[in-house]
């Protein structure tokens, strides 16, 4: 049996108001589910509203979460890991709002312990409005920066 899954700030090397993913709702070997809470003190957010390309960072935080939790799993420490590529992105919607509900699917196509590809897509209410392939390098987490946070 799994033990539970650590809290997504535990996965995730960033911190509030940056942490924009808020718990997993299921994970398998090649795919996490996430959910993300468009929350209306997230800086991000412009009286209430944000323009919907900020689902590229739920999609990346959800990637992170994936790749915390395949670290976790084996012993691991977490990682910074940088998006280097976004290819084939489409959205539907032209903006999110604050508290705006979000099931983000990510799925692992190929990789490593350093380079991955991922299809993600992005739900709203039940229908997909955004779909993105992103490929992200994860590198060590410097030491000085634990405890600390990470610039966002």
Do not use: N
Not at 26 to 53: H, Q, T
């Amino acid at each position: 049996m799994t033990p539970p899954l650590p809290p997504v700030t535990e996965l995730v090397p960033h911190r509030p108001p940056m942490i924009l993913v808020d718990e997993v709702i299921s994970f398998e070997k090649d795919e996490a589910v996430v959910r993300a809470l468009v929350r209306p003190e997230c800086p991000l957010l412009d009286g209430g509203r944000a323009p919907a390309v900020l689902t590229l960072e739920h999609m990346a935080q959800s990637v992170a979460v994936y790749a915390g939790i395949a670290s976790w799993m084996h012993g691991h420490p977490i990682r910074v890991g940088y998006v280097i590529a976004c290819s084939s992105m489409t959205m539907s919607a032209d903006d999110l709002r604050a508290g705006d509900e979000l099931r983000v699917t990510v799925r692992r196509v190929w990789g490593d312990e350093q380079l991955g590809h991922f299809e993600c897509s992005t739900s709203r209410g039940g229908d997909v409005y955004a779909r993105a392939s992103l490929s992200v390098y994860r590198g060590a987490l410097p030491q000085d920066a634990l405890g600390k946070g990470v610039p966002a």
